[in-house]
C-alpha cells in the first residue's frame, strides 16, 4: 500500500504542477524529479494517474463544481482541488480499485499535505461524488 500511496503523492504533485504552471503535461514529465526513487511499477501508476485526470480535466473538474456547491473551483485550495481531481478519477476509471480505499487514500494525503479541514471537505465532496456515481449521474469523461 505504502507504493501505491507515493504514487499517489507523486501523481497529486504532477498535478499541482500542472495546474500552476499551465505547461504541458508531456513538459511537465519530461522536466519533473517528482518520479525520481520510485520503482517502476509506481512510475507507471503516478504517470497514468496523472494523464488519465489530465485527459478528462473537463469532466472531473465539473464533477467537484457540482459536488462543492457554494465552493468555486478556484477557491478551493490548488493541493485540496488537484488531490480532488486525483481521487475523482480513480472512482470513475479504476473499478479495480475499491472507492472506499481510494477515498482512504485522499484522506490520508490530506492529512498530510493540507490543512485540519481538508479532511472533512475532502471527504464530503468524494462523497457526493461516489453517491452521484452510485444513482448512475456522473458524467461519463
Known amino acids: 500500500m505504502q507504493k501505491r500511496r507515493k504514487a499517489r503523492e507523486a501523481a497529486l504533485k504532477l498535478l499541482y504542477q500542472h495546474d500552476l504552471s499551465g505547461n504541458l503535461p508531456e513538459d511537465i514529465l519530461e522536466t519533473t524529479d517528482q518520479l ?3 520503482n517502476s511499477e509506481s512510475v507507471e501508476y503516478a504517470r497514468e494517474a496523472f494523464l488519465g ?3 478528462h480535466l473537463k469532466a472531473i473538474d465539473l464533477l467537484i463544481q457540482e459536488a462543492s456547491r457554494k465552493w468555486k473551483l478556484p477557491r478551493i485550495a490548488a ?6 481531481r486525483l481521487a475523482v478519477f480513480e472512482l470513475l476509471h479504476r473499478p479495480d480499485i475499491p472507492a ?3 477515498i ?3 484522506l490520508e494525503i490530506a492529512k498530510k499535505y493540507s490543512d485540519e479541514d481538508a479532511p472533512r471537505f475532502i471527504n464530503g465532496i468524494l462523497d457526493a461524488i461516489l ?3 452510485l444513482q448512475g449521474r456522473v458524467i461519463k469523461t
Open 36 to 38: 525520481d526513487g520510485l
Open 53 to 55: 485526470a489530465i485527459a
Open 79 to 84: 493541493l485540496d482541488r488537484n488531490l480532488l
Open 100 to 102: 472506499a480505499v481510494i
Open 104 to 106: 482512504d487514500e485522499a
Open 131 to 133: 453517491h452521484s456515481k
